[in-house]
């Protein structure tokens, strides 16, 4: 219930993160088949941990019986006129993330034992699945120097598919250039962990653009902040998504999550 509670605020707060805002506040609605005052305890434990580090304020809600269902909806504020969106990536730009990527797919490979992992390192992966931590502060600095982003939560091909379709351009990723766990590497093959990495999802990283002018000034931001991020590719204007591989174009055929998906 702890982690529930923690993952259903990180959500909220990571796509507040990626649209460079400053989070305020949040309102809750939970619907529960009974009362279960641990679970309950649990559950909010979770919850005001994380209103509390990032200093928001739960103002409301509701409370109802029936099937458990969590809503949350976060909101904040940005300087007039300094949000970043999905749609202003253009071409020529460069593609940024700002953590390793399929670690909190490889904890779920792992849960549903469809792969090993060393006892040693899971209680690490299962952090990065439960405990996400939302990029606040980094999507405060970017608005400074990114043209668009967007949080990783459905995989990196499908979030940057709704960078290419809102600005209405194409990109290109370097697979090699992709930031992987050392527990990734050591558990599972190369083109394993790619896949994991573009459509495992859950990762709540930022993915991000930036133009030519502003790289090294967004470079310099971060690492003042004791932050990096990793450039993986770049925003051209072919409006499909393509990957090379040591410079070499290579095909990929990976299915990322989709929201109501009948399959």
């Not at 209680?123 to 400074?144: M, N, S």
Request: charged share 15%; net charge negative; glycine share 8%.
């Amino acid at each position: 219930p702890r982690a529930i509670g923690h993952k259903a605020v990180a959500v909220n707060l990571s796509d507040i993160a990626a649209m460079g805002a400053e989070p305020n506040w949040l309102s809750l609605a939970i619907t529960l088949p009974e009362v279960n005052h641990d679970w309950l305890a649990e559950f909010s434990l979770g919850v005001f941990e994380l209103c509390e580090f990032y200093n928001v304020q739960l103002i409301g809600g509701d409370t109802t019986q029936g099937p458990l269902s969590i809503t949350i909806t976060a909101q904040g504020v940005t300087p007039e006129g300094k949000y970043l969106s999905r749609s202003g990536a253009k071409a020529g730009d460069w593609l940024y993330v700002t953590g390793e990527l399929g670690d909190a797919a490889l904890a779920l490979q792992h849960y549903k034992q469809q792969v090993n992992v060393n006892h040693n390192f899971v209680d690490i992966i299962r952090a990065k699945l439960d405990y996400p931590r939302p990029r606040v502060l980094v999507g405060q600095t970017l608005r400074e120097y990114a043209s668009s982003a967007i949080d990783i939560s459905d995989g990196l091909l499908a979030d940057l598919a709704h960078i290419c379709k809102a600005s209405n351009v194409g990109a290109n990723i370097v697979l090699n250039a992709i930031p992987l766990s050392d527990i990734m590497r050591e558990t599972v093959s190369f083109d394993e962990a790619i896949n994991l990495a573009l459509t495992g999802g859950d990762d709540y990283e930022l993915l991000f653009t930036v133009p030519e002018h502003n790289k090294v000034g967004m470079e310099t931001a971060l690492s003042c902040m004791g932050k990096t991020a990793i450039c993986i590719g770049q925003i051209n204007a072919s409006k499909t998504i393509s990957t090379t591989l040591n410079d070499k174009p290579v095909q990929i055929n990976s299915t990322c999550f989709e929201h109501f998906s009948t399959t």
